[in-house]
């Protein structure tokens, strides 16, 4: 069975702090994703890595970062929380690159004041 | 870029009545269609697939049709129950060109007793 963890269920924090947001999965999957989850939006792709140290951006970059240097752990840095930031955030993995399924973590609901 | 436009973005049915929930995408290079189900503070995830070379793709109560020249999908769910009610997200993936899947903005599904 497939496990995606992040680290927080919950998280509260103010303007200006720098975020860490981690995920783990246990399956050696290549491929990690970040999403946020807004109402009305969906899922949007922030960064994804196909690999170790490899990195892409996403459809919204801006104002995060990510680090992958184990294959198991994917973390999302916002460098400077700000309040537009407040949102629900997933992290994805996949045994990649062939079609398969992506499976999420239990989400991170991250509030910014 | 990409898109994946999902509608309606709520509906109500009576149980036992069907549901259905249609999605266009832009890319005509995607070639995988997967469907996320996301109960209320769980995690999203995979119910049903299926891949542009197939037309439809049948799962118990649970069927999804693609026609690839309109750059159209669609998810059916028959016989509903109140467990169904959910979030249900339709995404697009491109083989080529990297790992993004896109995914539509969410239908909100109720199933009244």
């Known amino acids: 069975d497939v496990k995606v963890t992040q680290s927080s269920r919950y998280l509260v924090k103010r303007t200006g702090e720098k975020v860490f947001l981690e995920c783990v999965q246990d399956?050696?999957?290549?491929?990690m994703f970040w999403y946020r989850q807004d109402p009305g939006l969906g899922l949007r792709l922030i960064y994804f890595s196909y690999d170790v140290k490899m990195k892409e951006k996403g459809d919204i970059p801006e104002g995060y970062s990510v680090s992958r240097e184990k294959k198991e752990r994917f973390s999302l840095i916002l460098e400077s929380a700000s309040t537009n930031q407040t949102s629900m955030y997933l992290c994805?993995?996949?045994?990649?690159?062939?079609?398969?399924?992506?499976?999420f973590g239990q989400g991170t609901r991250l509030t910014v004041v | 870029g990409e898109n994946v436009e999902q509608h309606p973005s709520t509906l109500s049915v009576q149980e036992g009545d069907s549901a259905v929930i249609k999605c266009t995408y832009s890319?005509?290079?995607?070639?995988?269609f997967p469907w996320y189900k996301q109960e209320l503070g769980k995690r999203p995830q995979l119910i049903i697939d299926?891949?542009?070379?197939?037309g439809e793709k049948k799962d118990q109560r649970i069927a999804v049709t693609l026609n690839k020249t309109a750059k159209h999908f669609s998810l059916h769910i028959t016989e509903t129950q109140p467990e169904d009610s959910a979030v249900y997200f339709c995404?697009?993936?491109?083989?080529?060109?990297?790992?993004?899947?896109?995914f539509g903005a969410g239908t909100r599904l109720f199933v009244k007793a």
């Open positions: 299926i891949r542009s070379n197939v």
């Open positions: 994805a993995s996949r045994k990649g690159p062939s079609n398969t399924e992506a499976f």
């Open positions: 399956m050696d999957h290549e491929n």
């Open positions: 890319d005509s290079a995607s070639n995988y």
């Open positions: 995404a697009a993936r491109t083989d080529t060109g990297g790992f993004k899947t896109i």
